[in-house]
């Protein structure tokens, strides 16, 4: 059972690396969204880090979100999805692997990538800390989440605009949990109990969500 | 047993069941009308006066029950959905589809009538309470679901593609709404709270009452209705609606 | 229900719609170990909706398709197993080498290929020098043929194949019917079609004819 999933990985993996451009887009995107606040806000450094984690949170939940539209298109369009269909291995390991290849790619990044743009907030170091902890839990949940939009829109026209409007409410109980678990911590309550919300978040969607994507995989492909 | 499964199987046909909606539709239209009739002349003329809101608090006989509804309906349509994925019946998917735009209907009407509420009240059309925020995601998952359904051309996809989405939705709707309720403690604390049952007396509750199976009986009679429509887009292509078509011009 | 007279694959009462469209209604049939099925019909006829029905890919309007007595929808992963389906689409990597899409192929199918074996049938299906080419190079009878190198490594029972001769030259044509011939003589199950006039008649050929009216 966990051969397929590891070979899955290393495919994706694989493919991304020669396709490596892919990777970045998502990134900038999430630095550009992130700087763009403090322009609409103004540079008052006491406003700012008052509202950094919400930011930070709110432009990596749409960077991931913007990324997933791409999980599944490639291997719908060249039939590689329909082989996985077909395969005896249960296709929701399958999804997994594919969803952890793909946060590989895409989230893992923006998680390295986050303190740096807490220091644009001017974060205190906890604070840091606690947004990165808390977007290493969170960002998984939001791929497994966002796999099942981009599972149900695979194909259709409108299918990035239409992938945000399905995804994003099923998206909040992540970014209250994890932008709670930064402003606690830096408020000084403590961010344990929104991490293992969060927790417990991301173990949900790991055993749920790929069951969901995996049915609406088999819906665009029939 | 046995007679009363193969009857309920026999109306999971569109055919058989287009002309039974017909007369729930009729029914359940006079019964809104009477019902909400009598629920509106009870919530202007009958109930007391709250004494600490005033006659303000009466828009609350129809946005608590059009919250209710609008709760309620979604996760009816949950069920259909789930009929539909497990027995392969059109007509389940059929009724989700008609439901769904009442069900939003209510969402906003909630929301429209909740802010209504807030303003003299609180002063303020919009406040970031836990429950006008889930109501206003529940609108959020209807018009996802609505969307969804009219993304897709072909019908048996839409079906079962907007199917998944209504059940991820279900299995959601409490996790949103309690992370809504935590964030909204941490933040403010509860210090407003809608409709304190406590202070309710009997006269207010049971216009409220009125005024939810009136609800119910509209949302009934419009999606059946509805159903009849897509019943006939569905179907143009069989030959009984031909007929029924032929019959009716 | 299972006795050993019954045919493995059994079609009973099977409808497909696509969109508005009725493609066949009532279609039975049954096919044994050792009977290649050959499907014709006009463009639309439904031979496509057929073979991805017939693999388990699309749920048919109503009809149940049998494998040894069990419906396919309930064996799932069990019925792929023995299963392999080719369809228009090549189902290979744009971005991966010849090897390493034959290779995550056979992981995917549950069983092991290693590099070799892998380079050796690559080399057989006429694609020496290009093993190790990402695919996206290749020519559009090159991609098929990566394809069809699946066939050579897999011991699935059931073939499911359409139109598997486009884009392939007069040798692959030729290698390929001696494939499927070969495969059906062991006892397997080969279902395909095609437009090409090819020599696919055998000793166990049967023809079934979607949209001409009846079965």
Redesign the interface.
């Known amino acids: 059972m966990f051969?397929?999933l590891l070979?899955?990985i290393r495919?994706d993996l694989?493919?991304a690396m020669?396709?490596r451009s892919d990777i970045f887009t998502t990134l900038i995107f999430f630095v550009i969204v992130v700087s763009l606040f403090p322009l609409g806000i103004g540079p008052e450094l006491e406003t700012l880090r008052l509202i950094a984690p919400g930011i930070v949170w709110v432009g990596a939940l749409l960077a991931s979100m913007l990324a997933l539209e791409q999980i599944f298109s490639?291997d719908h369009?060249?039939?590689?999805l329909?082989?996985?269909?077909?395969?005896?291995?249960?296709v929701s390991i399958?999804v997994i692997g594919k969803v952890l290849a793909h946060w590989l790619v895409t989230g893992l990044p923006l998680v390295v990538m986050a303190p740096l743009l807490g220091l644009q907030y001017d974060l205190s170091a906890a604070g840091l800390g606690a947004l990165m902890v808390s977007l290493l839990l969170g960002t998984p949940a939001l791929s497994l989440i966002g796999a099942?939009g981009a599972a149900?829109?695979l194909g259709?026209?409108?299918g990035g605009v239409?992938l945000a409007?399905?995804v994003?409410?099923?998206y909040?109980?992540v970014l209250?949990?994890g932008a709670?678990a930064v402003e606690?911590t830096v408020s000084g309550l403590g961010g344990a109990s929104h991490l293992s919300?969060l927790a417990a978040?991301l173990v949900?969607s790991l055993v749920?969500a790929p069951l969901?994507t995996s049915?609406?995989l088999?819906?665009?492909?029939? | 047993m046995a007679s009363r499964l193969v009857n309920w199987f026999k109306f999971s046909s569109p055919a058989t069941f287009y002309p039974l909606a017909r007369k729930i539709a009729v029914v359940s239209t006079i019964i809104a009308v009477v019902l909400i009739a009598i629920g509106l002349y009870m919530s202007f003329f009958v109930a007391p006066t709250d004494y600490k809101q005033g006659e303000g608090y009466r828009i609350i006989f129809v946005h608590v029950p059009a919250s209710w509804m609008s709760m309620f309906i979604y996760v009816v349509m949950a069920g259909w959905a789930a009929l539909g994925l497990i027995f392969n019946t059109r007509l389940s998917a059929m009724m989700a589809q008609s439901l769904a735009p009442t069900g939003a209907m209510f969402a906003f009407l909630s929301l429209w009538t909740g802010s209504f509420w807030g303003k003299p009240m609180w002063g303020t059309w919009w406040v970031w309470d836990a429950r006008i925020t889930s109501e206003l995601i529940l609108l959020f998952l209807y018009l996802g679901y609505m969307a969804l359904r009219s993304a897709i051309d072909d019908p048996r996809r839409g079906d079962r593609a907007s199917a998944i989405l209504l059940l991820v939705g279900v299995v959601n709707i409490p996790i949103i709404y309690y992370s809504v309720q935590w964030w909204n403690t941490l933040h403010q604390g509860s210090t407003i709270k809608f409709n304190e049952e406590s202070s309710m007396d009997d006269t207010m509750l049971i216009t409220m009452l009125i005024m939810t199976f009136g609800f119910w009986a509209y949302s009934i009679a419009v999606s059946m209705v509805r159903v009849r429509a897509v019943i006939l887009e569905r179907e143009r292509s069989s030959s009984w609606v031909r007929e029924q078509l032929g019959a009716e011009t | 229900m299972t006795d050993a007279a019954e045919p493995a694959l059994q079609i009973d009462r099977l409808a497909c719609v696509r969109g508005d469209c009725e493609l066949f209604r009532e279609l039975s049939f049954a096919i044994g170990d050792g009977e290649l099925l050959h499907l014709k019909g006009h463009n639309g006829s439904g031979k496509t909706t057929l073979l991805r029905a017939l693999a388990g890919l699309l749920l048919p309007e109503s009809g149940e398709i049998r494998w040894h007595g069990q419906n396919i929808r309930s064996l799932r992963e069990e019925y792929s197993r023995h299963l392999l389906y080719l369809g228009h689409l090549n189902g290979i990597k744009g971005d991966l080498t010849a090897v390493e899409n034959l290779r995550i192929g056979a992981v995917l199918d549950g069983f092991d290929l290693d590099d070799k074996r892998a380079w050796q049938v690559l080399g057989d299906i006429g694609l020496r020098g290009r093993e190790d080419l990402p695919t996206k190079h290749l020519s559009q009878g090159q991609k098929r043929r990566v394809a069809l190198a699946r066939l050579l490594v897999n011991s699935a029972r059931v073939w499911i194949l359409d139109e598997p001769f486009t884009a392939l030259d007069v040798a692959a044509v030729q290698l390929l019917q001696d494939v499927i011939h070969a495969h059906v003589d062991g006892g397997g199950i080969a279902i395909v079609t095609t437009h090409q006039e090819v020599a696919m008649i055998g000793e166990h050929t049967r023809t079934i004819v979607l949209g001409a009216g009846h079965v």
């Open positions: 051969e397929p070979w899955i495919r694989t493919i020669r396709r490639a369009r060249d039939g590689t329909e082989q996985m269909l077909l395969t005896p291995q249960p399958l099942i149900l829109t259709l026209r409108s239409l409007l399905l994003l409410p099923l909040i109980p209250i949990f709670g606690a919300m978040i949900a749920l969901a049915a609406a088999r819906v665009a492909e029939d």
